[in-house]
């Protein structure tokens, strides 16, 4: 009995892991259906969020560091980076609330590469433009861990009186 447990539990993994390599071998969108021209569309089903490394320069002059998370590019504090897409189809539901919080005036991968740097524009400075607000509304949805994320807060809280 406990060998046909064993064997029953066996089967079912790898049933399992045959099932999640089939959805995950997927291609990903060609990067221009992130240029705000499809940003509402969502594949309804067997889609992966949008994952992005950030390629960020470096303080000696052209060299660049590529970054996997959001927190790695923070602590290393970096100022100028651009958004990468690995892998996924179609937006999280967080980006695409992110994206909506802009009124559609910034794409998803402006996004993605503001929300990795940090110390800079717009994480640091007041919010006087109706550009800067509707960056500011985007980066506060898609970023809440952002470590300056309290400022920008408060700086587009002001300019909105």
């Given at each position: 009995m406990i060998t046909a447990r064993r064997a029953l539990?066996?089967?079912?993994?790898?049933?399992?892991?045959?099932?999640?390599?089939?959805?995950?071998?997927?291609?990903?969108?060609?990067?221009?259906?992130?240029d705000g021209t499809t940003q509402a569309e969502v594949s309804a089903s067997g889609s992966a969020p949008i994952v992005?490394?950030?390629?960020?320069?470096?303080?000696?002059?052209?060299?660049?560091?590529?970054?996997t998370t959001y927190a790695a590019a923070w602590e290393a504090e970096r100022a100028d980076c651009t958004a990468k897409p690995i892998t996924g189809s179609?937006?999280?539901?967080?980006?695409?609330?992110?994206?909506?919080a802009?009124?559609?005036?910034?794409?998803l991968r402006e996004l993605a590469a503001t929300c990795a740097e940090r110390g800079v524009a717009p994480w640091d400075?007041?919010?006087?433009?109706?550009?800067?607000?509707?960056?500011?509304?985007?980066?506060?949805?898609?970023?809440?861990?952002?470590?300056?994320h309290d400022h920008l807060r408060r700086a587009l809280a002001t300019y909105r009186g």
């Open positions: 539990a066996a089967g079912l993994v790898v049933l399992g892991a045959l099932g999640l390599s089939a959805c995950t071998t997927g291609q990903t969108e060609p990067e221009e259906s992130l992005f490394a950030f390629v960020c320069s470096t303080d000696a002059g052209e060299v660049t560091e590529t970054f179609s937006m999280s539901a967080q980006q695409q609330a992110a994206v909506r802009t009124d559609d005036h910034v794409d400075t007041a919010v006087t433009t109706d550009e800067q607000a509707h960056l500011a509304a985007g980066l506060l949805e898609y970023c809440p861990g952002h470590p300056e």
